[in-house]
């Protein structure tokens, strides 16, 4: 019982954290929740539930910013998604836990590495990107729970601004999000868990909105980059460490 406590406040403050930096942002909730959630639920619940509260918090935020949403280019960006989704639920789905601890891992750890070096890549530019970026998104959604940073890399090579970057990307979380937990279900959590999760949701949420005005951008771009390179060479170095 002791062990079952102590998991649910870990649980609990993985979600304060994420959801917090997630309001600072528009984005950051999965590079930073994902790996410890996988950690502690293993990767299959771990995945899903980062979709689930991932997509209530975009649900959220976006109520005051939908009218910054760039219904042209998310519409190639979402469907794309949808479509490759269900193949990042199947491989999930076959591999063994420590390869896919292992594939998270590595997924996450790349993510970051291309999200800090700021990468232009022409491919990421127009139509033919925004379909690239969502097709490799939805992928990585389903199978790692990190579909952000393609949809990242697409906006940087857009020079989308700030203020249209946040709606936009909650938009794209909000129906990435959806097809996910279509695809892979619900998590399966006891009852006293879904509780913590809802009230560290909420109690994130508040955190991020009182800091955000006090808060500059560039220390928190380099907190959530810190703290997703740590969590997904932690989970890689599982992942690896089961492998052998």
Do not use: D
């Amino acid at each position: 019982m002791a062990s079952a406590g102590a998991a649910e406040l870990l649980l609990g403050g993985i979600v304060v954290l994420g959801a917090s930096v997630q309001w600072l942002t528009g984005m950051g909730f999965a590079l930073i929740a994902v790996p410890a959630l996988v950690l502690v639920l293993g990767p299959a619940q771990g995945v899903v539930l980062a979709n689930c509260a991932a997509g209530v918090i975009s649900v959220v935020g976006l109520t005051a910013g939908w009218r910054q949403v760039r219904l042209g280019a998310m519409v190639p960006l979402v469907i794309a998604s949808a479509c490759t989704v269900p193949a990042g639920s199947w491989v999930a789905a076959r591999l063994p836990e420590p390869v896919l601890l292992a594939g998270v891992g590595i997924l996450v750890t790349a993510a970051v590495i291309f999200v800090i070096g700021g990468a232009r890549i022409s491919a990421l530019s127009g139509t033919k990107g925004a379909v690239t970026a969502g097709a490799v998104g939805g992928f990585m959604n389903s199978a790692a729970g990190v579909g952000g940073p393609p949809y990242s890399l697409y906006a940087v090579n857009a020079g989308w601004p700030v203020r249209e970057f946040v709606p936009n990307a909650q938009f794209y979380g909000i129906m990435v999000n959806v097809f996910s937990v279509a695809a892979n279900g619900v998590p399966r959590l006891s009852g006293t868990a879904w509780t913590v999760t809802a009230v560290a949701l909420v109690t994130g949420a508040l955190i991020g909105r009182a800091a955000a005005p006090r808060t500059p951008e560039q220390w928190v771009r380099r907190l959530i980059l810190t703290l997703a390179l740590t969590g997904g060479l932690s989970v890689l170095g599982k992942g690896l460490w089961g492998m052998g």
